[in-house]
């Protein structure tokens, strides 16, 4: 029966139970002798303890004390230190299997539509059943990959002459799906469903947004130069020095949507709509003036950023920006974005 319990209680201490056993077993030790010094001081007899002091007895455990409480800090720190390593390698390893993992299905991709490129003839006149196929592999295949080989799909559609022209991202789901600093100039993204996205530095030139729900999206820097936003849901999204000239916004839902910084210069859209902004500091007008120069000359009060609330604007202001003349080409990129993008489709 002993030798059982003994088995048991041996087999039940796991080395994570070791330091506590330790640290609970000194500091009984510990207790335990300093109680015993204490009595037998103050209780000293013809034991021989009548010329020991309790400080006595103190120093003698000050050093076995020290040198406990040392090792077991430095068993606890080299633990930890262990433990740290071993995730940060166990990290590294799952960063590398899924960087393995992502290049795979880049390249089952690339394959996949090659194939059906040269064996099903996928192009603007294929079967509407292999459209839907490159279609959903696309989908699919873009909410798998990170930002920088989804640039490398949506470069290999484009010079393939398939996006758009065999399939569009019309309707499609691509929700927190990150294609920054993308090529997306006259993408018909109609109706996508692009929340949370990721799209630091794309290039939206001349795309369709139409309905598109960019709610909570980054567009950080983002090229919307001339796209169609109208009724589109921008609800909180991050706009901040997006070139936003001539872009069509009417209809599109702006509450809390950051264009600070931002370039609406002949953008059309609705003042009240646009001052439902969360911030326009910086930001260049519809009229070619910038947020400052239209709260300085009393057109607008400023509302205390980040807030929400819609800055009161004057009647005169209104009438002002309902029928400001359009500013020279000289003053807009409207001649470079265009040969850009005129370069890009004839590619």
């Known amino acids: 029966m002993i030798r059982r319990i003994l088995g048991w209680l041996i ?5 994570k139970h070791i330091p506590r056993i330790l640290t609970g077993a000194t500091i009984v030790t510990i207790l335990a002798l300093l109680v015993w010094i204490t009595w037998e001081t103050v209780d000293a007899g013809n034991m021989g303890f009548a010329e020991k002091t309790y400080w006595d007895w103190m120093e003698l455990l000050i050093v076995p004390a020290v040198l406990a409480a040392a090792g077991l800090w430095f068993s606890n720190v080299q633990k930890r230190t262990e433990l740290e390593i071993a995730e940060k390698e166990r990290e590294t390893d799952r960063e590398l299997a899924l960087e393995r993992q992502r290049q795979q299905t880049l390249e089952n991709y690339f394959d996949r539509i090659t194939e ?8 603007p006149d294929a079967d509407e059943n292999v459209k839907r196929l490159a279609r959903t592999c696309t989908l699919t295949v873009l909410r798998d990959l990170d930002a920088g080989r989804n640039q490398q799909v949506l470069q290999f559609l484009q010079e393939s002459k398939l996006l758009n022209a065999s399939f569009s991202l019309e309707r499609a789901d691509l929700r927190q799906v990150n294609l920054s600093h993308s090529n997306l100039i006259r993408a018909r993204l109609r109706g ?8 630091v530095g794309t290039l939206l ?25 109208r009724n589109a849901n921008l609800q909180k999204a991050n706009l901040v020095r997006a070139n936003m000239v001539r872009s069509v916004l009417y209809g599109a839902n702006l509450l809390g949507v950051n264009l600070s910084g931002a370039n609406l210069r002949i953008a059309e859209v609705e003042l009240r709509e646009l001052l439902t902004a ?5 930001a260049t007008m519809p009229d070619g003036r910038t947020y400052e120069e239209w709260v300085a000359a009393g057109d607008i009060s400023a509302p205390a950023y980040p807030s929400q609330s819609t800055p009161a604007v004057t009647p005169d202001a209104a009438a ?10 000289t003053v807009t990129p409207a001649a470079a974005i265009d040969e850009a993008a005129a370069s890009s489709s004839q590619e």
Request: proline residues 3%; without cysteine; negative net charge.
């Open 11 to 15: 087999t039940g201490i796991t080395r």
């Open 116 to 123: 059906l490129i040269l064996k099903q003839g996928l192009g």
């Open 192 to 199: 996508v469903k692009l929340t949370q996205a990721t799209l």
């Open 205 to 229: 030139i001349h795309a369709d947004l139409v309905k598109a729900n960019l709610a909570h999206a980054d567009l950080m820097n983002a090229d919307l130069y001339d796209a169609d936003l």
């Open 278 to 282: 969360a911030d326009l500091s910086q």
């Open 320 to 329: 002002r920006l309902d029928h400001a003349p359009a500013p020279d080409d």
